[in-house]
């Protein structure tokens, strides 16, 4: 069993900053992929960025490239996501989630949430325009 808690999220203005965390519990956090998802009222699910075990690969949906970056700390059990340059189309509920069942290097097909084992219950981002 894993647990994972966000944090982090809030309103801001259009070209703002904010800097969610994920803090996770129950495994051996060094030992699995992470991600951040995010989905908007009325539509999918949506991945945003992934992470390797060790931070050394990573992935990211195309609209948020240059302007979000996904870190890790090992040793606090947490995982990041740095927003910069936030607009008012990245407002969302944002879902950080875990994949244990696949090598802990293995990034290529994260952004299917099928991959996901489990999810924190999400914080919300409001971008003002």
């Known amino acids: 069993q894993v647990q994972l808690v966000e944090s982090g999220g809030g309103l801001v203005q259009a070209g703002g900053s904010l800097r969610l965390s994920c803090v996770a519990s129950?495994?051996?956090?060094?030992?699995?992929?992470m991600a951040w998802f995010r989905q908007a009222p009325g539509k999918e699910r949506e991945f945003v960025a992934v992470?390797?075990?060790?931070?050394?690969?990573?992935d990211y949906v195309d609209s948020v490239k240059g302007r979000f970056t996904i870190s890790r700390d090992n040793a606090k059990n947490t995982v990041y996501l740095q927003m910069n340059g936030l607009k008012p189309e990245d407002t969302a509920v944002y879902y950080c989630?875990?994949?244990?069942?696949?090598?802990?290097?293995?990034?290529?097909?994260?952004?299917?949430?099928?991959?996901?084992?489990?999810w924190g219950q999400g914080t919300q981002v409001t971008v003002s325009s």
């Open positions: 129950g495994r051996t956090f060094s030992s699995y992929v």
């Open positions: 989630a875990a994949d244990l069942k696949s090598p802990r290097w293995q990034i290529a097909g994260s952004n299917d949430p099928r991959r996901y084992d489990y």
């Open positions: 992470i390797s075990w060790s931070g050394g690969s990573t």
